[in-house]
């Protein structure tokens, strides 16, 4: 789904309004909207909501919603935080509203209407939109803290106060939501921390703008849902063989690190390739292959010095020529035949390479080798590889992610999947995902080595290197998801994502 900022969304609106769809219609619809779900949720006869309106055009969305809940029997109150509305489209709301809704200015009241939030049953936050800057104003700040005292359902509209809609942004206080409806598509604040983190549930609405105009928007960035990723999936026709699926080369492992390839090699097993041929050193060959039965197995043995023996290197060729992608680094180290062997891939691959752990690590020493591979190349850095990669420092990356993970994708010419909370998925394109899956459960040693084998066997498949970045890294964290709900975000393993996977894909499959 898309996410689109403040200002595409007021063009949005603006180009709605120029094809004969009233601004009125659409406030009105977004306030149907936010009963809607109350209705949806709640036992609303009878109850006490306080709706708080700000002087914009939120506030308008909260007079629509008084009118619409006193029809249902709901006590309604509107707290003005700023007075009467300033906008023309807000003061026609207001001036709608019925005779039984109870109107208090905040700013003559302010003990009364605290009281009021206090005993209600749901508060609406109409206080500020998506033309909310900077924090809340020092005489609001009370209000907004007798909001999130109260023991009430709070449901705010389109964002909650205080959190800014670009950026996701929070300076001061916020509204902390339950509920936020918001209008046509996702905004920043919805998918970015801090600012998600006080919206609670989002529901989407349509405010009735058709869904091509909204498609004529490039967004700033996009989130995938449930629907899309299903999408992705479609059922395996009944008259395939493994030809058909792909055939994953896995250049992982070394010695100390060969559960690196258990898991990333079990992982790529897990996503519906074809064939998992695996490239391993010798020494650890009997480790590996006595956790994974499907994969075949290609040998490779390294002199004193860890340099890679000539006589290994036509094999590896070989395989390079006949896979349908490459992933390597899981568990690589970075002993001299590591480095032959990652020259070698981005030299001659020509099918989809996915770098990671000590694949970054090595391309860090010279990053012009991914910008002129003739593959199609994906990076799967977390903070700190990221940091090596791009020459900064790893507050410098997680400062702004989006922005390192978008420049690193324009420099490298590669698609840059840059880990942690709120995985980016950045194409040279200029193409941005924010993956939306996954909890602080996953940041164990061996996640990353999961979720390399993952994508590495999307890609294998045929799929596009961006969506299958971003399928990959969705359904890793919908599998972490799963497996803190099953096992705690303490207790749960990488090697339990493995496990879950099967349960992951049944779902997707329905
Ligand atoms: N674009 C759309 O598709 C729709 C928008 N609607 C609503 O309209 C809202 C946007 O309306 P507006 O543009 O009027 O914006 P807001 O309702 O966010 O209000 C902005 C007002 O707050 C003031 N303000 C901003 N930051 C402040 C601060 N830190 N301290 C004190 N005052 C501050 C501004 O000066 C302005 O007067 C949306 O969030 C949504 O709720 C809906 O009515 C329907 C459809
Ligand atoms: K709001």
New binding site residues.
């Given amino acids: 789904m898309k996410v689109l900022s403040g200002a595409q969304?007021?063009a949005?609106?603006a180009k709605a309004a120029a094809a004969g769809i009233p601004l009125s219609g659409?406030?009105e619809?977004?306030g149907a909207a936010a009963v809607r779900l109350m209705r949806k949720k709640f036992d609303l006869l009878g109850k006490r909501a306080v709706i708080v309106c700000?002087?914009?055009?939120?506030?308008?969305?909260g007079y629509v919603c008084a009118r619409l809940l006193t029809e249902l029997s709901v006590k309604v109150t509107v707290i003005l935080a700023?007075g009467r509305p300033?906008?023309g489209l807000a003061a026609a709301a207001f001036a709608v509203m019925p005779q039984d809704v109870y109107v208090i200015d905040y700013r003559e009241s302010a003990q009364t209407a605290e009281q009021l939030l206090a005993a209600a049953d749901y508060i609406l936050d109409?206080l500020?939109?998506?033309?909310?800057?900077?924090?809340?104003?020092a005489d609001l700040i009370s209000l907004v803290r007798a909001m999130n005292a109260s023991g009430a359902v709070r449901v705010s509209?389109?964002?909650p106060s205080g959190a800014q809609c670009d950026n996701g942004a929070v300076l001061g206080e916020c509204v902390c939501a339950d509920y936020t409806v918001t209008?046509?598509t996702y905004k920043p604040v919805h998918v970015l921390a801090p600012g998600r983190d006080f919206c609670g549930e989002v529901v989407v609405s349509s405010?009735g703008?058709p869904a091509q105009m909204i498609a004529g928007f490039r967004p700033a960035l996009s989130v995938y849902s449930v629907p899309e990723i299903k999408a992705l999936f479609p059922p395996r026709p009944a008259i395939s063989n493994k030809g058909d699926y792909g055939k994953l080369f896995c250049i992982c492992g070394s010695v100390g690190m060969a559960g690196a390839a258990v898991m990333a090699g079990a992982a790529a097993l897990r996503c519906g390739t074809g064939l998992v041929q695996m490239a391993l050193p010798e020494s650890i060959y009997p480790i590996v292959s006595s956790r994974l039965t499907e994969p075949v197995f290609t040998l490779y043995r390294t002199d004193a010095d860890g340099a890679f023996l000539p006589e290994c290197r036509e094999e590896i060729r070989m395989a390079l020529s006949k896979a349908t992608a490459v992933l390597i680094g899981c568990g690589l180290g970075k002993r001299p035949a590591a480095r032959e062997l990652l020259q070698l891939v981005l030299r001659e691959a020509v099918c989809p390479v996915l770098l990671d752990a000590d694949g970054i690590n090595l391309a860090s020493e010279n990053i012009d080798m991914v910008a002129n591979s003739k593959a199609p190349v994906v990076l799967t850095p977390h903070p700190g590889e990221m940091a090596r990669l791009m020459d900064l420092r790893t507050e410098e990356v997680q400062k702004d992610r989006i922005d390192c993970a978008a420049k690193a994708a324009q420099q490298l010419h590669a698609v840059v999947v840059l880990k942690g909370s709120g995985t980016v998925i950045a194409a040279p394109d200029g193409e941005l995902i924010l993956n939306t899956t996954g909890n602080p459960g996953m940041a164990k040693g061996g996640s990353g080595d999961v979720l390399a084998g993952m994508i590495a066997a999307l890609l294998a498949q045929g799929m596009d290197p961006t969506i299958a970045a971003a399928a990959g890294a969705y359904l890793h964290g919908l599998a972490g998801d799963r497996c803190a709900e099953r096992y705690s975000e303490h207790a749960m393993l990488p090697t339990d994502l493995v496990n879950l996977l099967p349960e992951i894909f049944l779902a997707v499959e329905r």
């Fill in positions: 969304i007021r949005l609106e659409m406030m619809n977004a700000g002087k914009g055009n939120n506030g308008g969305d700023q300033a906008s109409g500020f939109g998506f033309g909310f800057h900077g924090s809340i104003p509209l389109d964002l209008f046509s405010v703008i």
